[in-house]
């Protein structure tokens, strides 16, 4: 669906006149609009200009993966009361 840059920009000029009439509570809400419309009018700007040219390939470096080095205990941990120390509930 295309917009008219003009169409956006009288909306614009609508929601400006409704958010100096309204209550701050409410006039948040018209400039979100405005706010939204602006970024709009941002896109359609710079989506022109880019689909008249070939975009370019994306290139991702390819991903070096690290070896995974395990940390293990190398011997039993002795506990004077009998436990086996292997739990974190040991206490």
């Known amino acids: 669906m295309n917009v008219s840059r003009e169409k956006v920009l009288q909306k614009m000029e609508q929601e400006i006149a409704s958010a100096r009439r309204a209550?701050?509570?409410e006039a948040e809400r018209h400039i979100y609009a405005?706010?939204?419309?602006?970024?709009?009018?941002?896109?359609?700007?710079?989506?022109?200009?880019?689909?008249?040219?070939?975009?370019?390939p994306a290139v991702m470096a390819?991903?070096?993966?690290?070896?995974?080095q395990?940390?293990?205990q190398a011997e039993?941990?002795?506990t004077g009361d009998g436990?086996?120390?292997d739990s974190i509930f040991d206490f």
């Open 76 to 78: 039993r941990i002795s």
């Open 34 to 56: 405005i706010k939204s419309m602006c970024d709009l009018l941002m896109g359609m700007e710079t989506a022109a200009p880019a689909s008249k040219a070939a975009p370019a």
């Open 23 to 25: 209550a701050p509570e």
């Open 62 to 68: 390819p991903q070096v993966q690290q070896p995974v």
């Open 70 to 72: 395990t940390v293990g």
């Open 83 to 85: 436990s086996n120390g």
